[in-house]
């Protein structure tokens, strides 16, 4: 089966600028993760969709952040306006059954200067 | 929430020597344990998994991971590491009575001598 799909790869942007992600989950996963990892650290939980309905999203800086997902398939991640400290790896997950683990995308590298 | 302690930040063992890596959670319940690898500039991969069962799982790659309640402890190992096992390991818990999500402890990095 095809993985989880995740665009831009690479993002480099200044302070104050807007960006967005993109990721396409593995068909028929009805669960999608955004995680954001900064460097040195393991993945934080940024929001978690159940189909297209937000389930958590208590970890999301929503005065900056904001996540949706179209039709409960692709999904969009944006942050407006970035901060220096948002440079991280954001990494997209999708999954059927919780008990089976998340499969991960290879994320979207972002810096912000 | 359920939370996730790995103790040791960085771990270096020789190519051939067997591996012990820790993981400690916090969970009212039994969750879900989860070890994921993470190679540089890469996504993570799942190794192996634990929701029920036989407490001895085995994942890819010849690891394998024990849980044991009493300890709230899920600690990964592999008898004999190769070269290509440097990576860093994620231990992660799933929540199976809050939304299950899954938060990650802070990640061991892990380093073969040759």
């Known amino acids: 089966e095809a993985g989880v799909a995740q665009s831009p790869r690479y993002k480099i942007i200044e302070k104050r600028q807007s960006v967005a992600f993109w990721c396409n989950p593995i068909?028929?996963?009805?669960?999608l993760y955004w995680y954001q990892q900064i460097l040195g650290q393991g993945p934080k939980l940024l929001i978690q969709f159940q189909n297209n309905g937000v389930v958590d999203d208590s970890q999301l800086p929503k005065d900056r952040f904001s996540a949706e997902r179209l039709k409960g398939v692709d999904s969009t991640l944006k942050i407006q306006p970035a901060k220096l400290e948002d440079s991280a790896v954001y990494l997209c997950?999708?999954?059927?059954?919780?008990?089976?683990?998340?499969?991960f995308g290879s994320g979207t590298r972002l810096t912000v200067v | 929430a359920q939370s996730v302690t790995q103790p040791d930040i960085h771990i270096t063992v020789s190519e051939g020597a067997s591996l012990e890596l820790r993981c400690n959670y916090s969970y009212g319940a039994t969750p879900y344990l989860f070890w994921y690898v993470q190679s540089p500039g890469q996504g993570l991969q799942l190794l192996l998994k634990y929701f029920s069962g036989d407490t001895l799982v085995q994942g890819i790659k010849g690891f394998e991971a024990e849980f044991k309640r009493s300890q709230s402890s899920f600690n990964l190992r592999k008898p004999s590491v190769h070269w290509s096992d440097a990576a860093e390991y994620f231990c992660a818990v799933g929540a199976p009575y809050n939304n299950n999500d899954m938060r990650f402890g802070a990640g061991t990095r892990l380093t073969v001598k040759p």
């Open positions: 068909s028929g996963h009805a669960t």
């Open positions: 997950a999708s999954s059927r059954l919780p008990q089976e683990g998340y499969t």
